[in-house]
């Protein structure tokens, strides 16, 4: 079992900055690829980006691409996600996932262990 705990969240003004972390207990998280989502009220829950477990490859939603990078430390269990160039478009529950197989990263359900989220809100 793994415990993927968030963290990180808040409101900031558009053009801002946040990094969010993803903290991992239960079991060996360094050989789990990882993903963040978001969920914005009244629509559905979107891929926003994802890491090997190596951290070797990485992958990012087309609206979040040259803005956000997406980082794991595996001596420390946890991932991150650094926002930058934030806009309100990017308000959302930030969630973070693990337990997931290469090809797989952008659909919600092939992941085998949810964050509970962290709230972001940007601010025009």
């Known amino acids: 079992q793994v415990q993927l705990v968030e963290s990180g969240g808040g409101l900031v003004q558009a053009g801002g900055s946040l990094r969010l972390s993803c903290a991992a207990s239960g079991r060996a998280f360094s050989t789990d690829n990882m993903g963040w989502f978001r969920q914005a009220p009244g629509k559905e829950r979107e891929f926003v980006a994802a890491i090997t477990w190596s951290g070797g490859s990485t992958y990012y939603a087309d609206s979040v691409k040259g803005r956000f990078t997406i980082s794991r430390d595996n001596a420390k269990n946890t991932g991150y996600l650094q926002m930058n160039s934030l806009i309100p478009d990017d308000t959302a529950v930030y969630y973070c996932?693990?337990?997931?197989?290469?090809?797989?990263?952008?659909?919600?359900?092939?992941?085998?262990?949810w964050g509970r989220g962290t709230q972001v809100t940007v601010s025009s």
């Open positions: 996932a693990a337990r997931v197989a290469v090809g797989n990263f952008v659909r919600a359900h092939e992941y085998g262990y």
